[in-house]
């Protein structure tokens, strides 16, 4: 929908002088020195969609939960999926961790063996061996105010054009 006349105009340039800042800051999905991270994918859909800002916070091992969205390190890189079992391996607290979108997602995400082992995950009549992400790879759980993600929509993708 456009605004008309000068208010369109003057709230376009509003928008773009707040988003681009803020979607730069964003690191380009790289949540790595911030508290932002902008979602590139579809593994999380249809809670998150690619471009979307999402708010970390970086709990310690015991805060986080089943049903948290968490960021982790994965070969060089980052995933955001949520956490489908906690336990513990030795000294390590770990994290069996699953894109919501089961089309592109059908099996939890591979963890480290070496650091958590491996648990039996059982999801609707069905029984996983998986092995969890040590919270050392945990870059931090996505935000949620009373069970809701704090996202701002699709703003990040300007970031993403930028890569």
Do not use: Q
Not at 25 to 50: D, F, N, Q, Y
Not at 89 to 107: E, F, L, M, Q
Not at 110 to 121: A, E, K, N, V
Request: with cysteine.
């Amino acid at each position: 929908m456009a605004l008309p006349g000068r208010r369109g105009a003057l709230a376009a340039i509003l928008v773009l002088a707040v988003a681009v800042p803020l979607t730069l800051v964003a690191g380009a999905g790289s949540p790595v020195g911030s508290h932002m991270a902008v979602v590139k994918g579809r593994s999380m859909e249809p809670i998150l969609h690619t471009g979307d800002i999402v708010f970390l916070k970086h709990p310690p091992p015991d805060g986080i939960r089943v049903g948290d969205v968490v960021v982790y390190t994965r070969g060089g890189g980052f995933v955001i999926h949520r956490v489908v079992k906690v336990y513990r391996h030795g000294s390590a607290t770990c994290y069996v961790v699953w894109g919501d979108n089961r089309k592109t997602n059908p099996i939890p995400d591979p963890g480290d063996p070496l650091s958590c082992g491996t648990t039996t995950l059982r999801v609707g009549g069905y029984a996983y061996t998986a092995s969890g992400i040590p919270y050392s790879r945990i870059v931090g759980v996505v935000v949620s105010v009373h069970g809701s993600l704090l996202k701002i929509p699709y703003l990040g993708g300007f970031s993403l054009l930028f890569r």
